[in-house]
């Protein structure tokens, strides 16, 4: 991968972008380059140029000083570019073959050029229209396990997690989920945005005292536990899938982490989905929960007992304790993520186009019953098996 830093950053356009790919060479000399501005997420511009002429073609990334969907009167590092693109190496490295390739980077103007993946599909776009996706759960399981497990003290040695550590500092991104996942959807903040009539629901969360002391606990780990590197954002939207293959995009809120927060953010959106959807056609997601936690904590498993460096890994229990901490976050996590993409900031295409309205009320409504009960009750969940039950029981009004 070439790295560069030498001219002075400014936004791309659809032609200037394709004038860099041209510079820099990323194309034949006599290509013919025809580029779009394809971003449809919150924070970035996303071009994908191409060749007219040979068909070949790049997706040309670049952050913005501002987060995109509300502009410049929120100020955003532009440093997330230099951590996305050293994020997806660093999980290539890890997890071979899941991730897009990374061939060109530039951290002044903040850009990564990566692989073209229009081929396949935003997992959560497949997955609201029903598609068979057989491997998305195992890719994913074992993507998690292979980034967290190699990415933590388990697997490195203190002074290189410490420097990896320093590598991902990454406040810009973490008080974005700070705020919008563990603080603003738990109080009358400015920043939610619902329908009215879920307000009584939003009410009744805001003053329930019990939620609030879990929420508060969840977002200490957040703050706090530097386990291992975290993708950060692992939603739906953040997966490339078809049938055979899943490649995971946009790790730009990369840092050191509580292992739980990614299986728990991808748990969380595999529920909101489950949510939109009639109950006969529910199984399959909670199948794929399933088969996403054994993935994980087999692959998990296997990794500690090659690969530990810890002493006390061979300790009757400790992998046992650490699995089961693990799940234990996770569901807290995924109660957060579905609080906060019911009446938080940033939405999802899962809930938001469900019709007619009468119905996507009632089963927001039912969202932000099952978030509280999954935050509150994590500690009765020791294995995936038990979240169909609990999710049905969690949405009966
Ligand atoms: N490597 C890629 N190949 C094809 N399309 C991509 C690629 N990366 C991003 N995109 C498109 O751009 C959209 C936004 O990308 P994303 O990385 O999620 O941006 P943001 O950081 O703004 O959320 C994706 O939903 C997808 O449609
Ligand atoms: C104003 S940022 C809101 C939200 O957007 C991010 O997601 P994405 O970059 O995939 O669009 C992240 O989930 C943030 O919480």
Redesign the pocket.
């Known amino acids: 991968m070439a790295l560069a830093s030498s001219s002075l950053y400014e936004p791309l356009n659809e032609s200037s972008a394709a004038a860099l790919a041209a510079r820099l060479g990323l194309f034949e000399t006599n290509s013919v380059l025809q580029c779009e501005e ?7 511009l ?1 071009f ?1 140029i191409t060749d007219s002429k040979s068909g070949h073609s790049l ?1 040309l ?1 670049q952050a913005l000083p501002y987060a ?1 969907v509300i502009g410049e009167s929120w100020p955003l590092t532009l440093d997330r570019a230099r951590i996305e693109s050293s994020a997806l190496v660093k999980q290539a490295e890890l997890a071979p073959g899941l991730v ?1 390739e990374v061939c060109y980077s530039d951290q002044t103007l903040a850009v990564t050029v ?5 081929h396949l599909q ?1 997992a959560r776009k497949a997955l609201i229209e029903k598609k068979n996706l057989p491997h998305l759960a195992g890719q994913i399981g074992s993507f998690m396990a292979r980034t967290l497990f190699y990415t933590s003290d388990f697997a490195l040695k203190p002074h290189a997690k410490k420097q990896l550590v320093l590598q991902y500092m990454n406040p810009d991104l973490c008080k974005i989920t700070e705020d919008l996942v563990f603080t603003d959807p738990f109080f009358d903040h400015d920043s939610n945005d619902f329908e009215p009539e879920l307000r009584p629901a939003a009410e009744a969360l805001w003053a329930d005292s019990e939620v609030k002391l879990h929420a508060a606990k969840l977002k200490k780990k957040f703050l706090t536990e530097a386990d291992a590197l975290l993708h950060g954002d692992l939603h739906t ?2 997966i ?1 899938v078809s049938e055979e293959e899943t490649k995971v ?2 790790p ?1 809120f990369a840092f050191f982490g509580p292992i739980g927060f990614d299986p728990g953010q991808f748990i969380g959106n595999l529920l909101l989905n489950a949510l939109s959807r009639e109950e006969e056609d529910q199984d399959v997601i909670f199948e794929a929960i399933e088969k996403t936690w054994y993935t994980f904590s087999a692959t998990f498993a296997a990794s500690w007992k090659q690969d530990s460096r810890e002493r006390f890994s061979e300790v009757d229990g400790y992998l046992d304790h650490t699995l089961g901490q693990i799940f234990e976050d996770a569901i807290g996590f995924a109660g957060c993520e579905v609080i906060r993409r019911t009446i938080g900031l940033a939405h999802v295409e899962d809930l938001d186009g469900i019709e007619p309205y009468e119905k996507r009320i009632q089963v927001k409504t039912s969202a932000l019953e099952l978030g509280r009960k999954l935050i509150k009750q994590r500690h009765n969940l020791t294995e995936p098996g038990q979240l169909k039950r609990f999710f049905r029981h969690a949405i009966l009004r």
């Open positions: 394809i971003g449809d997420g919150n924070l970035n996303v994908r997706i990334k995109k897009p990566m692989e073209d993946l229009s935003i939207g953040s490339f995009i946009d730009e």
